[in-house]
Each structure stands twice: as C-alpha cells, then as structure tokens.
Nanobody, 120 residues
Framework: QVQLVESGGGLVQAGGSLRLSCTASGIIFSSRTLAWYRQAPGKQRELVAALGSGGSSRYADSVKGRFTISRDNAKNTMYLQMNSLKPEDTSVYYC??????????????WGQGTQVTVSS
C-alpha cells in the first residue's frame, strides 16, 4: 500500500523560505518522475515542479527561479525548497509521481498535503 506523507509547511512572511519534504512507503522513488503540486482554495490542483529519474527538472512559470525540487533516493524522500515566497504561493502542497517526465498526471494516492501560508 502506497502512502505519501508531506511535511514542512507553515506560516511565513513574504520573501521568506520553506522546505517541504515528502516521504513515501510502498513505492521506490528512485526510478520515478516525482512532482509537487499545489491547490489553493477554489482553484484546481496544479503541478509546481517535476523531477525526472535522471535529474532533469521543470517548473511552473510562476515558481521558476524561486523553487527547487530535489530527491534523496537513499531516504526515499523528495523535497521542495521554496525561496522568495509570495502571498500567491499560499496553498496546500502535495507530492506525487507522474507517468513520465512530460506528464502532469499523478499516479499515486494523494497524501494529506501540507499547508503553506504566505503573509504579505
């Protein structure tokens, strides 16, 4: 049974930083394209960043240059370093895996997510 657990969210002032973590059980991350998504109230869930098994990454235009996705295969954990946070980054953040590097479609059951709130 696959389980994803996100952590690291919180309340931060605009311009601040947070580092999100996602640990997985029941699945090996190393061979997967991993991704972070977010969902703000009243909006659809959107892909924020993806990381291929070979190390290639891509980002939503809204976070390019501010967010960095990474993984630690030994710990079966992925991360999202978020810098220069803006109020519009306020969302619940979720991790997942995708079918391939160019797909935005998640393939695993969603975790509970972690709330990120950025105050102005």
């Amino acid at each position: 049974q696959v389980q994803l657990v996100e952590s690291g969210g919180g309340l931060v002032q605009a311009g601040g930083s947070l580092r999100l973590s996602c640990t997985a059980s029941g699945i090996i991350f190393s061979s997967r394209t991993l991704a972070w998504y977010r969902q703000a109230p009243g909006k659809q869930r959107e892909l924020v960043a993806a990381l291929g098994s070979g190390g290639s990454s891509r980002y939503a235009d809204s976070v390019k240059g501010r967010f960095t996705i990474s993984r630690d295969n030994a710990k079966n954990t992925m991360y999202l370093q978020m810098n220069s946070l803006k109020p519009e980054d306020t969302s619940v953040y979720y991790c997942n895996a995708c079918t391939n590097f160019y797909s935005n479609l998640p393939i695993l059951p969603w975790g509970q997510g972690t709330q990120v709130t950025v105050s102005s």
